[in-house]
């Protein structure tokens, strides 16, 4: 259970879409959580004064030990916010995973989890056309596999902001599907994925559908590892 997990739960991106959700989740959860964000004020204005908040940059190795330090997992929730510059997809999505895993390797937090992007392994996808976010994404996800971490990489469909229970959901892997998904269902199965041994060191997509939901353990039990994949 994530609430018996030694050391925090570090959340990469924790203001962002995503990340907040995963951050809410852990808390309502009775996790101990820590953020790492570039705007401390942005994360007390939104979380309070009763988390534990670390300032530091993926985009800057040097900044990122103290958010590792005594940690018991990462989630990793960031992403590009222009297609070009410091924000691009090169320096946050590819870079900027890459030094998070780096940093988790370093001082001893084996598990990791990835928020990535349905489409990943597609050159020719339309998103692709903001700063090749897609083809820096799986750049990212590589660097993370190649890390040594337990790790999990989650593809989402299109990101919605509508809740989503109620509907049902479906995971794949081979990239070779498309939809959407609530930004509340990716975030709960990150946490998810923590408790999961069928999602260490696995890849899978998830979309919502419709039809009933099945539980989290039945979704999981459906994922093989890469390593078992072609």
């Known amino acids: 259970m994530v609430r018996d997990m030694e050391g925090p739960i570090v959340v990469a991106g924790a203001t962002g879409g995503v990340g907040r959700r995963v951050v809410q989740l ?18 007390r204005t939104l979380f309070g004064d009763g988390v534990e908040i670390v300032t530091g940059d993926v985009r800057r190795p040097e900044t990122l030990a103290p958010a590792m330090e005594g940690a018991g997992a990462v989630i990793c929730a960031t992403g590009a916010r222009a297609p070009i510059g410091g924000n691009a997809p090169q320096k946050v999505d590819y ?19 990835l928020v990535s992007s349905i489409g990943a392994t597609n050159p020719n996808h339309p998103l692709n056309a903001f700063g090749k976010v897609l083809t820096w994404k799986k750049r990212g996800e590589d660097a993370l596999r190649s890390s040594g971490l ?55 997509e998830m979309i919502a559908t419709d039809g009933p939901r099945a539980t989290w353990d039945a979704l999981f039990a459906t994922l093989a590892p890469d390593s078992d994949r072609a």
């Open 26 to 43: 852990l808390i309502e959860r009775g996790a101990r959580v820590r953020l790492l964000v570039r705007d401390e004020e942005k994360a």
């Open 95 to 113: 870079e900027g995973v890459a030094n998070l895993a780096s940093a988790a390797k370093a001082n001893g937090v084996d598990r990791f989890v």
């Open 150 to 204: 337990t790790y999990t990489v989650i593809r989402p469909g299109g990101l919605q902001d509508a809740p989503g229970e109620g509907r049902g959901l479906k995971f794949d892997q081979g990239d070779r599907i498309s939809g959407m998904v609530s930004r509340d269902d990716v975030a709960a199965a990150c946490i998810e994925a923590l408790d999961q041994p069928t999602s260490h060191g696995a890849t899978f």
